[in-house]
């Protein structure tokens, strides 16, 4: 099974985006990411952006798959988490840069975020490289 694939079937919590575009325009950074969050109707960041290295989006990823946002209820093992992410943020190729609304505390948890949809708690990567671009998000409420 495909990363996409299994990252939609196994994160069974909220709503799950989870894509690859290989039919992305030219432009400045924050504009494609915008440009892609608008393909899945999610509200663009603008400034709001954050960039984040592999390293930083895949501890993200591994976030946002291992526990909901709302209540850091454990949705899939760690493991199983941390797999996925990596396979996910190695789907786009380098040189690429990622994309994030969100920051982690000290132990990986998300904590400030910049909200990108009307659910309670959203947040995600995209990973932006020449004429392509990945895309996780995940939506939760409480």
């Not at 093992?77 to 380098?94: D, G, K, Y």
């Not at 949809?117 to 990567?125: H, K, L, R």
Request: charged share 25%; hydrophobic share 45%.
């Amino acid at each position: 099974m495909d990363v996409i694939s299994e990252i939609i079937e196994r994160r069974k919590a909220g709503r799950v985006t989870c894509a690859i575009h290989r039919d992305l325009p030219e432009g400045p950074l924050f504009a494609l990411g915008d440009a892609v969050l608008v393909r899945h109707s999610l509200r663009a960041l603008g400034s709001k952006w954050k960039v984040a290295d592999r390293a930083t989006a895949e501890q993200i990823a591994t976030a946002l798959l291992h526990r909901d946002l709302a209540y850091t209820v454990e949705l899939m093992p760690l493991q199983v988490a941390s797999t996925l992410a990596s396979r996910f943020t190695s789907t786009i190729e380098s040189p690429c840069r990622f994309l994030t609304n969100l920051a982690l505390s000290p132990e990986g948890t998300p904590t400030i975020w910049e909200p990108s949809s009307p659910a309670t708690f959203d947040g995600g990567i995209v990973g932006v490289a020449e004429a392509m671009a990945s895309v996780l998000w995940v939506e939760d409420e409480d």
